[in-house]
């Protein structure tokens, strides 16, 4: 079981200290992985404030080059010299405001990979996708690209569950984490409005290992209340 909190555009390194201080003071030795993904400018300060601990940091992006020509942009190679364990790709908010496409995904999660970091690439379908009864069309669409490995994990996140409050049921999470394992045998996390009081009931779903919790991993307090519904699971 995998719990990776993505803190998005929040937490600059002085918010990150605090956070990452107390969820050194509080988190309890379990079986879960935990993972926090802050925005670059705080991973320095997240790795160094949980180093020697369980709990893991990652980048919300990276890019596919080792260095060059590509304003604003983070590579592999610099992730891995500060410490940090991995990277998000293909975050839907990428694909939705910065252009991402499957192709850049796809060589952004392979970059990384072979630069040693997990990655943990995101899919899912957007509201009217799911209307238009396309699910699974996207999923096929966007894990096709991807290629096993074992640092390799999927997020699924239904784009219409994202900051809603709209959570997918266990039920409909379960059938989608199915499928794309029929595509891709990996690890499938949920993500899209996780939350304390819902969490054990998606995570207990068979198909589903992990979440990806956005609103709800930026107070230590619900972070942890899903870091033990998952130690439950
Ligand atoms: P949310 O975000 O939990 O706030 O819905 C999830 C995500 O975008 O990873």
Redesign the pocket.
Known sequence: MLIAG?W?MHKGPEETAHFCRRLREHARPSDVDVVVCPPSVSLATAVQVLAGTDVAVAAQNVHWDDEGAFTGEVSAPMLRELGVYGAIVG???RRQHFGETDESVARRARAALEAGLSVIA?VGESGAAREAGETEDVLRRQVSVLERDENLVV?Y?PVW????GKTATPELAQEAHAFIKTLLDVPVLY????KPDNAAELLGQPDVDGA??????LEVDSFLAICRAATRS
Do not use: P, Q, R
């Not at 569950?161 to 809603?164: H, Q």
């Not at 990806?212 to 991993?217: F, H």
């Open positions: 993505n998005k975050h839907s908010e995101c997020a996140e569950a994202i900051g809603t993500g899209g409005s996780v990806l919790v956005g609103g709800a991993s």
